[in-house]
């Protein structure tokens, strides 16, 4: 049984910083690409952030690049983003997701996810 956990989350002022971090179970994490997606109220899921099975390459919202920072430990099966300068808008619950193949921004395209963990940021 795949289990994909986050943590992290919390209340944060804007200009502060957050790192969640996703402990991954069940799977062969090194093979598989994984990343973060997020849902504010009333909004579709909108992606965030994917990094490859290898941790060689990584693809970011423009809503977030500059920002963010998505890292993959294989050894430990975790990954982390690292959100910096964070802004009301940044507001969300924050998914951690993984698939063997998919490694763009469509949530469809990924057959794993966390529960989630809620992120916000007060002006």
């Known amino acids: 049984q795949v289990q994909l956990v986050e943590s992290g989350g919390g209340l944060v002022q804007a200009g502060g910083s957050l790192r969640l971090s996703c402990a991954a179970s069940?799977?062969?994490?090194?093979?598989?690409?994984v990343g973060w997606f997020r849902r504010s109220p009333g909004k579709e899921r909108e992606f965030v952030a994917v990094?490859?099975?290898?941790?060689?390459?990584?693809y970011y919202a423009d809503s977030v690049k500059g920002r963010f920072t998505i890292s993959r430990d294989n050894v430990k099966k975790t990954v982390v983003l690292q959100m910096n300068s964070l802004k009301p808008e940044d507001t969300a619950v924050y998914y951690c997701?993984?698939?063997?193949?998919?490694?763009?921004?469509?949530?469809?395209?990924?057959?794993?996810w966390g529960q989630g963990t809620q992120v916000t940021v007060s002006s």
């Open positions: 990094v490859r099975w290898s941790g060689d390459r990584t």
């Open positions: 069940g799977l062969t994490f090194s093979i598989h690409n």
């Open positions: 997701v993984a698939d063997r193949l998919a490694g763009g921004s469509d949530p469809a395209e990924y057959d794993y």
